[in-house]
């Protein structure tokens, strides 16, 4: 007959018996979890079939990052806690589970609370008083915060700190702290500035000192933009709020002004052919607005200087723009070529007496 006394040895304290008990505490645990998620998930994808909010997604975001965790989680708590371990040790892991309880959990509720920022609370801002998703993203944020500074409190508490004596800590040096943390908040409170004021958004694009992209993200703190040159920059909100910034974007055209020299020898009649070449080239071009300006501007050091002013479709697009002055430029060389204008280049004319 088979026996089972051999469940009863002991290995550090503890009966065989007592290690599958707590083995199968945990098992039971991931089997439990597998059962969920197919339930769940079963009938989370039937529901959103027929729905078309993003609430089912939220929910099974909370499910598979926070629940299925805490599941299992329990299952490795109350197996250890079903064999002897000693009390030092004990305490380690007991306090190491809560911590993660505690993660976990808020990481939940952070999920939750972006959802209903976003899909209700954002809507309503924006039928309102029409705040944009700049607003939304610092509000989140905000509420964020605020969490997990609560969720860092109940950590704290189960390390033995009390709260009460770490504010009045915080109080004694909080002048210190203030001092030092002057500089972030002036970036917050610009960031706020910024998204209130909206002098421009996400996706704009905008020239500061010397700079010139796309804003990508306005943070609590920085501003991160792509420049043209294929590189990010992050630009402290405070320098962005008190300078000048030029939003590109807003403009409904790009402007252009420059200038072409043809040589002193050449007669009035050419200069004026050179003139109306360069109109006619102008309003030929698709990519060019009907306003545009071109005129005899001045006597140069060694050219007569003409000069052309024309504004550009599609101010955003940067290569839009270089291409249309190309293709003008060429436009006008090929027909200078044709007319015998001669353009300037720098020279110097000397003369020799006897």
């Known amino acids: 007959m088979f026996s089972l006394d051999f469940l ?6 503890n009966t065989i018996q007592n290690y599958l008990i707590a083995t199968g505490i945990f098992l039971v645990a991931i089997l439990a979890t597998v059962v ?27 499910f598979n990052k926070v629940f299925i965790f805490i599941i299992i989680l329990g299952g490795l708590y109350f197996g250890l806690k079903s064999i002897i371990i ?48 700049n607003l939304t993203r610092l509000i989140t944020r905000i509420i964020n915060a605020v969490l997990w500074i609560i969720g860092l409190s109940l950590i704290l508490q189960i390390f033995g700190y009390q709260i009460t004596a770490l504010i009045t800590g915080l109080g004694i040096g909080g002048l210190a702290i203030a001092l030092a943390a002057q500089d972030t908040l002036g970036n ?14 996400i996706g704009d694009i905008i020239k500061f000192n010397g700079y010139e992209g796309t804003i990508k993200d306005i943070g609590m703190r920085t501003t991160r933009i792509d420049t043209f ?23 409904k055209s790009r402007r252009y002004d420059g200038q072409i020299g043809v040589t002193y020898e050449t007669s009035v009649e050419k200069l004026n052919e050179a003139i109306e070449i360069i109109k006619k080239i102008l309003e030929d071009e698709e990519g060019v607005n009907n306003i545009y300006y071109v005129h005899f501007e001045e006597y140069g050091q060694y050219c007569l200087q003409i000069k052309m002013t024309y504004y550009v479709k599609n101010p955003t697009e940067y290569e839009f723009f270089i291409k249309t002055r190309s293709k003008i430029n060429f436009a006008i060389k090929e027909q200078f070529e044709k007319a015998g204008i001669e353009m300037a280049f720098p020279s110097q004319t000397v003369y020799l007496k006897k």
């Not at 009863?8 to 304290?13: D, P, T, V």
């Not at 969920?36 to 929910?59: R, Y």
């Not at 040790?89 to 993660?100: G, L, M, R, T």
């Not at 590189?231 to 807003?250: D, F, M, Y």
């Open 229 to 251: 040159f294929e590189t990010s920059i992050s630009i402290p909100n405070s320098e962005l709020a008190k300078s000048i910034v030029e939003n590109i974007s807003r403009r």
């Open 86 to 133: 000693p009390q030092n040790i004990w305490e380690v892991i007991e306090k190491a589970i809560q911590v993660i309880f505690i993660f976990k959990v808020f990481q939940g509720i952070t999920i939750l609370m972006d959802f209903v920022i976003n899909a209700y609370f954002y809507r309503h801002l924006q039928t309102k008083g029409g705040f944009d998703v």
């Open 36 to 62: 969920f998620n197919v339930i769940i998930k079963g009938i989370f994808i039937k529901f959103a079939k027929k729905t078309k909010t993003e609430l089912d997604d939220t929910v099974l975001q909370v």
């Open 188 to 201: 917050f409170f610009s960031s706020v500035s910024i998204i209130a004021d909206k002098p421009y958004q």
């Open 8 to 13: 009863q040895y002991s290995y550090f304290g």
